[in-house]
């Protein structure tokens, strides 16, 4: 322990080791290719919530640096985060407004994902809502002539809905070639074989 002493004293004007942090200061260069190299690999190996944790580091150290803010909006796309995502590209175009790519594609691709997650979340209202007035179809709760034009209309009006709900069910909501947000309908061209029954076929059968 003395001899220990002894080499502190003999070495008066040695400076005190670097922090963590401090390192971290001195090396923003380092910083920057540590945090891409890092969100590089866990993409790669698709390790998602690391990269993002990944990117996050990066940006709090350096939050002036836009790739950073850019590395962690794409980090946050592949999480599903679109929401998040879209603020990260906003905060990089803030910084660096001159990068058409962080608009024309960055910002662009991701307010595109989130107009079809808006598209699909309506989509699934409406089928749960259809869905409901199937199962409680107001037309069924009612007591009928069934001599009276008002049998036709309730079995008109569940059919239609029928229909409607099958139709909501073989929907997906899709990007096009062009970047916009669509329905499409699976079986489409073989969907008029299934269509809601007409009127006239309703009167025929009644005539039976």
């Not at 599903?80 to 608009?103: M, N, T, Y």
């Not at 662009?108 to 409680?136: C, D, F, H, M, S």
Request: hydrophobic share 40%.
């Amino acid at each position: 322990m003395a001899e220990l002493e002894g080499n502190k004293q003999t070495h008066p004007s040695s400076p005190p080791l670097p922090t963590g942090h401090s390192r971290l200061e001195e090396s923003p260069t380092s910083l920057k290719e540590l945090g891409t190299i890092v969100h590089a690999v866990l993409t790669i190996l698709q390790e998602v919530f690391p990269a993002v944790k990944a990117a996050e580091m990066a940006v709090k150290f350096k939050p002036l640096w836009w790739e950073g803010w850019r590395t962690l909006g794409r980090a946050q796309l592949n999480l599903g985060e679109v929401d998040l995502a879209v603020k990260s590209f906003q905060i990089a175009i803030h910084l660096c407004p001159s990068e058409r790519s962080l608009w024309q594609e960055d910002l662009n691709w991701a307010l595109t994902l989130q107009k079809q997650q808006l598209a699909t979340k309506e989509k699934i209202r409406q089928e749960e809502e259809t869905k409901k007035q199937i199962l409680n179809a107001p037309e069924l709760e009612q007591d009928y002539d069934f001599e009276s034009d008002e049998v036709l209309a309730a079995c008109v009006a569940v059919a239609e809905r029928q229909s409607l709900y099958e139709e909501l069910r073989r929907t997906t909501v899709i990007i096009d070639a062009e970047g916009n947000v669509r329905n499409v309908v699976s079986g489409e061209e073989g969907s008029q074989d299934t269509d809601t029954p007409a009127k006239e076929q309703f009167v025929k059968a009644r005539g039976l």
